[in-house]
């Protein structure tokens, strides 16, 4: 469960009769706990409580009292021997009328009446595996209001499954969005008297709800229509008093759905929340899911933090801007060429979504406005910063909906803020009729024509909220002279997860520029995108990305591209979790990359909370100077070849698990043609696994087994049901996978993938009873010096900036990690010496059987002989490099960079000029 429906789940607890008796397993199944956890603990088996209520372990100690006795009751959950013993994060107790909690860990408390408990909901979201990150407290209202049009809209879609329809999902869509505004008005004094909207809902729409959607479509009439048009439009006398909004935000017709009993008090229950604390930076996306089929799963929990917004929208611009505000300090003049400056600035995000990054930029920016007009001696003046200045893309039409809308309440949230209501509402009806979110594919439209360089008459995809009409209107934007940033949170598709429509639309940016535009990561059009708008203007643009973009193959094609076009990066933040609130949801790992065309200034490489400041910035995100490193199909510095294990789909008869292995050789098959068959888990994790290992020779005395015979028949037949004709060849041979490899005497495995917590690369030694799967690499018969380079430090610190990474983890590559490794020259005495080493880190390895690899490269756990052994190969190894240990990764990279970039030179002349555009922007 998300907290939404979380939220959802405890109201309804909140409303029913209170049970004294039922109310601890309710309360725990609303935050998720299964049928059979509940169970249990009825019966007793996982209950632990001393006091008579329901106690579950490491969690929970819930106990019913007596009416006014619930302070007295929590004080004794508290001193429960019980609740201690069982680790209990929350303390709770309740008598029907009161309701007392505290977390033990924090020692944060609430108290409040039963009624008023759902209101705390975030307070006890641990509970549910999901972390009170503050801006579940600080969004509490955002969720309720998510949660409550949730049901609404449920509802009505089933009493109107034509409304669900694509045809008609348009004008579902529109009415959430009309209901949106209306609520917010009537709490904020746009409309005249708070509550007035819902409170006419109630009067005029009968109790059976027969004639709700009509009240509905009236009120939507009367907002559409100017007062002196009313009277000959019919509209009633109940419905005068709501204002023109116009904006078009009611235009295109007044039609409703029904609404059923339920329809009806769910619309009257979303209308009695508290709508002045909505938050556009976060709501927008969060109601975005209610709409949405595909992400309704994670209602509530898609949508970007408002700190994670600005580590793209600091440093890209906003941080300049408080640091001109710094400089001015109370001069009148320069405050007044900072306004200037910033009432000139577009933000333009071509991914907007709901328009989180322009909503934050929005506010920001007036914040800064407010705070000159303060220092200034002009509190009252009005901002200079239009809405329209705001641009953004949207590929789908309700998210961009709800962008022009959170920009509408957060442009009149600041009024309210920085010049007071009464001055707000002065100017906030009737809305404008300008459009400032373009509907459509952000990589097939025309940047330039959407956010121009300078002047005005901006020709845009619609005028008004909703519509997209043919001749498009222009409006009035005065920008001669002013910045433009670009920045935003493209979808993130990695090769292997590209739908044909995104290939389709990487092959429309990249097609006349590079032939390997099928290896770019659909983020990377984007750039390219931003790259050649700046061929027309100067537009310094940021976005978040994964971090694949800057690793593995991206870079020889997608950087190779942005540098010879004369892009440089101006700020980066390296890797970290971009992630969500839902359960168990792992986040995606990314990186934000800022660039821009300037070659002077200062760069900033940020990491976590620390900040560098740098002269340049590589592909890489490190501050060395490079020449891009491109993968290459045999080593350029080394002999010894790696290669991948065996490839085995469509395999699966001639793999065995470890007691169907057992099973055959006591029915006497032969143990030689049984071999281990491991990839990067089974090795690193001591897992077996085993394989068939038949030479033709070996098939007749195998079908001698009823089982294998079966195995292999199965092998055949999964190799001909396939429409792959390469694979149906296979099927001739289906006793051996597609490659016999990997069996030599000895062999280096290489694992693919390892935790980027572990100290060292976890390489290791197999033999020839041990076959690598196609999850792996090895080196066959290699010498064993080979061993000591790839267990290095100096490797690792590679493979970190070269090489892909699954998430966080390292995912070697031997094309990028081992055969473009810039090893020096080694005399016979260095690979003597590097043997010696390898030798000593397997022996070390040796003392701690049957300890595995995950066990011994724990970085809290290594042993201290294995740490050593590791510690003496580095010296050994970056002794050979620069006569002495280095001190740290930063000066690793920056030896093996340069020797690199110098050994390629000498190898290979450099080639090619900037690169001129080849695609519109």
């Not at 300078?454 to 845009?460: D, E, I, L, M, Y």
Request: glycine share 6%; charged share 25%; aromatic share 10%.
């Amino acid at each position: 469960m998300n907290a939404v429906e979380i939220e959802q789940a405890i109201t309804d607890l909140a409303e029913q009769p209170f049970d004294p008796a039922e109310f601890p397993y309710a309360f725990l199944e609303a935050f998720g706990n299964k049928a059979t956890t509940i169970k249990r603990l009825r019966a007793g088996a996982s209950n632990k409580s001393d006091l008579g209520g329901v106690l579950q372990t490491s969690n929970v100690h819930i106990l019913t009292c007596d009416v006014g006795r619930v302070t007295q009751t929590l004080a004794a959950l508290k001193a429960s021997p019980a609740t201690a013993k069982a680790k209990a994060k929350f303390i709770l107790a309740t008598d029907g009328a009161n309701f007392e909690a505290e977390d033990l860990t924090s020692g944060g408390t609430v108290a409040c009446a039963f009624k008023d408990f759902p209101d705390h909901f975030g307070f006890f979201l641990p509970l549910a595996d999901i972390s009170t990150v503050r801006q579940i407290s600080e969004n509490a209202f955002d969720i309720r209001a998510t949660s409550r049009l949730n049901r609404l809209y449920i509802e009505l879609l089933k009493d109107n499954p034509e409304w669900g329809t694509a045809e008609r999902r348009h004008d579902m869509n529109k009415l959430m969005a009309r209901l949106i505004f209306c609520f917010f008005a009537e709490d904020t004094d746009i409309f005249v008297g708070k509550g007035r909207f819902t409170d006419t809902l109630a009067q005029m729409s009968a109790r059976d709800s027969s004639n709700t959607h009509e009240v509905l479509a009236t009120l939507f009439r009367a907002m559409n229509t100017k007062r002196e048009d009313r009277t000959v439009a019919k509209i009633p006398r109940w419905a005068e008093d709501f204002p023109y909004v116009n904006g078009q935000l009611f235009s295109g017709g007044d039609e409703v759905p029904r609404f059923s009993k339920i329809a009806r008090s769910y619309l009257l229950h979303v209308g009695g929340l508290d709508w002045t604390k909505i938050n556009p930076d976060i709501f927008g996306s969060m109601i975005q899911a209610v709409a949405e089929d595909e992400e309704r799963g994670e209602l509530g929990m898609h949508y970007t933090s408002f700190p994670n917004i600005l580590k793209v929208l600091n440093p890209l611009f906003l941080d300049d801007l408080r640091e001109k505000l710094e400089e001015a300090g109370n001069n009148a003049r320069m405050l007044l060429n900072l306004r200037k400056r910033i009432a000139k600035i577009r933000v333009f995000d071509p991914a907007c979504g709901s328009g989180n990054f322009l909503v934050i930029a929005y506010k920001e920016m007036r914040a800064i406005e407010a705070e000159v007009n303060q220092r200034r001696g002009e509190p009252d003046r009005a901002s200079e910063i239009p809405v329209t200045n705001f641009r953004g893309i949207e590929l789908r039409d309700f998210p961009a909906e709800i962008a022009r809308l959170a920009l509408v309440i957060a442009e009149y949230q600041c009024d309210v803020l920085y010049r007071g209501q009464k001055l707000a509402l002065a100017e906030f009806l009737p809305l404008r009729n300008e459009n400032w979110i373009t509907c459509g594919n952000a990589l097939r439209l025309d940047w330039l024509g959407i956010c121009p360089p300078a002047g005005t008459g901006v020709k845009v995809q619609a005028d008004d909220f909703f519509e997209t009409p043919l001749d498009q209107a222009e409006i009035d934007f005065e920008n001669e002279g002013g910045e433009t940033y670009i920045c935003g949170n493209p979808p993130f598709s990695g090769t292997r997860k590209q739908t044909d429509e995104q290939k389709a639309d990487l092959e429309a940016v990249f097609a006349n520029i590079t032939s390997k535009w099928k290896n770019v990561d659909y983020v990377g059009a984007w750039l390219l995108k931003a790259a050649l708008y700046n061929q027309h203007c100067n537009a310094r643009f940021a976005f978040v990305a994964t971090n694949s973009l800057c690793q593995g193959q991206q870079v020889p094609i997608t950087w190779s591209i942005l540098g010879e076009m004369g892009c440089h990066i101006r700020f980066a933040h390296t890797s970290f979790v971009w992630s969500n609130l839902a359960k168990n949801r792992a986040g995606v790992t990314v990186i934000i990359v800022g660039l821009d065309f300037d070659e002077s200034g200062a760069r900033t490489i940020l990491t976590g909370d620390s900040r560098r400041t740098v002269t340049h910035i590589n592909p890489y995100l490190t501050e060395h100077r490079i020449k891009i490193v491109e993968a290459s199909r045999r080593p350029l510095f080394v002999e010894p070849v790696m290669d991948y294990g065996v490839y085995y789909s469509k395999s699966a008869g001639l793999i065995l698990e470890p007691p169907e292995k057992e099973a055959l050789l006591q029915e006497g098959f032969p143990a030689n043609l049984v071999k281990s068959f491991l990839g990067s888990t089974e090795f690193i994790n001591g897992e077996p696994r085993y394989c068939l290992w038949l030479g033709d020779d070996d098939v007749a005395l195998a079908r001698r087994y009823p089982s294998v015979a079966s195995r292999i028949d199965a092998v055949r037949r999964d190799r001909l049901a396939t429409e792959d004709k390469a694979v149906n060849k296979l099927a001739t041979r289906p006793h051996q996978f597609r490659e016999r490899k990997g069996d030599e005497a000895t062999k280096i495995f290489v694992p693919i993938v390892s935790s980027e917590n572990r100290e060292y690369f976890p390489v290791g030694l197999a033999d020839g009873a041990v076959i690598p799967t196609n999850k792996a690499f090895y080196m066959g018969n290699s010498p064993l010096w080979c061993l000591s380079i790839l267990a290095s430090r100096l490797h690792l610190a590679w493979i970190a900036a070269i090489c892909g990474r699954l998430r966080s983890d390292f995912s070697y590559s031997n094309t990028l990690g081992w055969n473009t490794f810039p090893a020096p020259t080694l005399t016979e005495k260095n690979k003597a010496d590097l043997t010696r080493c390898a030798e000593d880190i397997l022996l070390a390895r040796e003392h701690h059987f049957p300890a595995t690899i995950a066990d011994l490269y724990d970085p809290k756990n290594m042993p201290a002989d294995l740490r050593a052994a590791h510690d003496r190969n580095d010296e050994v190894l970056e002794r050979i490099y620069v006569g002495r240990r280095f001190k740290n990764d930063t000066e690793r990279l920056e030896k093996l960079f340069d020797l690199y970039t110098k050994m390629i030179a000498s190898a290979a002349p450099a080639k090619g000029k900037k690169r001129k555009a080849g695609a519109n922007a």
